[in-house]
């Protein structure tokens, strides 16, 4: 599985931006989808992950309320709508595919990433 993140950008705090992750191959359904983001100086975190059928969503605490995971398996795509973005959220966004869903052990396949940055 080949992943493709895009829409990152960068928003004033408050503001909305939707990250896509375009992924190639016939077994993209089969997959948990996971989003992760890496500030400066930091760790790479979890941020939300969806299960291969979509009917389960994780959130890491500080986003819940605020971003949401979708995916559309006829598309090969999954999405991060993130919403009321605070100056926190600045960070490269990756994509990832694999059983996960929050650990970052849990998957196999990564995204290139794509920056997210929020201005105060």
């Known amino acids: 599985v080949q992943l493709q993140a895009s829409g990152g950008g960068l928003v004033q705090a408050g503001g909305s931006l939707r990250l896509s992750c375009a992924a190639s191959?016939?077994?993209?359904?089969?997959?948990?989808m996971g989003w992760f983001r890496q500030a400066p100086g930091k760790e790479r975190e979890f941020v939300a992950a969806?299960?291969?059928?979509?009917?389960?969503?994780y959130y890491v605490d500080s986003v819940k309320g605020r971003f949401t995971i979708s995916r559309d398996n006829a598309k090969n795509t999954v999405y991060l709508q993130m919403n009321s973005l605070k100056p926190e959220d600045t960070a490269v966004y990756y994509c990832?595919?694999?059983?996960?869903?929050?650990?970052?052990?849990?998957?196999?396949?990564w995204g290139q990433g794509t920056l997210v940055t929020v201005s105060s």
């Open positions: 990832a595919a694999g059983s996960g869903p929050t650990r970052r052990e849990g998957y196999d396949y």
């Open positions: 191959g016939r077994r993209f359904s089969t997959y948990n």
């Open positions: 969806i299960s291969w059928i979509g009917g389960r969503t």
